[in-house]
């Protein structure tokens, strides 16, 4: 956005001040440049099903012990030791593979 301003001003501004004005404002998007690249540096990405741990679902298909969980927007199979019924809400303790390991909540 601030490179966009930086072509804008050298364009409209008369001539010593839009160079000025270009100069400044470049040297902020470097600026900003650097702030989020330090910012977002060594943060571990989070993908996968291992985010899933700790959320929690809704059961559509009763778990005796395996059945489906909705869990975001998505129906995993899940195994729940203690037992689930349909519309219960679950939590995720953890991922087997592609089954989710879940309890009551």
């Known amino acids: 956005m601030l490179i966009i301003l930086a ?16 100069i400044v404002v470049t040297v902020l998007w ?3 440049l650097i702030m989020w690249s330090r910012r977002v540096r060594g943060k571990p990405l989070r ?3 291992q985010t899933l741990v700790g959320k929690q679902g809704v ?9 489906q969980v909705r869990l975001n927007g998505e129906i995993w199979s899940a ?8 519309g219960e ?9 592609l089954m989710a390991v879940v309890e009551r909540v």
């Open 7 to 22: 072509i804008v001003l050298l364009l409209v501004l008369p001539k010593p001040w839009s160079l000025v004005a270009f």
């Open 59 to 67: 059961v559509v298909e009763a778990c005796r012990p395996t059945g």
């Open 79 to 86: 195994r729940c030791a203690a037992g689930a019924d349909v």
């Open 89 to 97: 809400t679950v939590r995720v303790t953890a991922i087997d593979g």
């Open 47 to 49: 993908t996968g099903a």
């Open 30 to 32: 470097i600026g900003e």
